[in-house]
């Protein structure tokens, strides 16, 4: 049974735009954080952004500050990464992760207990 779902990837030019969304399983997005990781060709997957149940604070990796907007619409279950400025090395599969607590997702390794099966996103310089 599939309980994170993501769309919104594609194929855009250097300093353009895509939204990202995951619509989750009611019982998944109210009970959890909520998060954003990438992977792209050879490397591992990466932190990118999440955003807490309790106040909707949220955490960022640098690359992506001021670029990157992550969201929670709690009556929609759906979790959302506006990502703007794209750079080129902006691709890769983007996977939508649910974890307990935030800080899960932001350690070393990162932690969660579900996964997205990922949208590509790729950016052409």
């Known amino acids: 049974q599939v309980q994170l779902v993501e769309s919104g990837g594609g194929l855009v030019q250097a300093g353009g735009s895509l939204r990202l969304s995951c619509a989750a399983s009611g019982s998944i997005f109210s009970s959890n954080a909520m998060g954003w990781f990438r992977q792209a060709p050879g490397k591992e997957r990466e932190f990118v952004a999440a955003?807490?149940?309790?106040?909707?604070?949220?955490s960022l990796v640098d690359s992506v500050k001021g670029r990157f907007t992550i969201s929670r619409d709690n009556a929609r279950n759906t979790l959302y990464l506006q990502m703007n400025s794209l750079k080129p090395e902006d691709t890769a599969v983007y996977y939508c992760?649910?974890?307990?607590?935030?800080?899960?997702?932001?350690?070393?390794?990162?932690?969660?207990?579900?996964w997205g099966q990922g949208t590509q996103v790729t950016v052409s310089s």
């Open positions: 992760a649910a974890a307990v607590r935030k800080t899960y997702m932001t350690s070393t390794p990162p932690r969660a207990n579900y």
């Open positions: 955003v807490s149940r309790y106040d909707s604070s949220t």
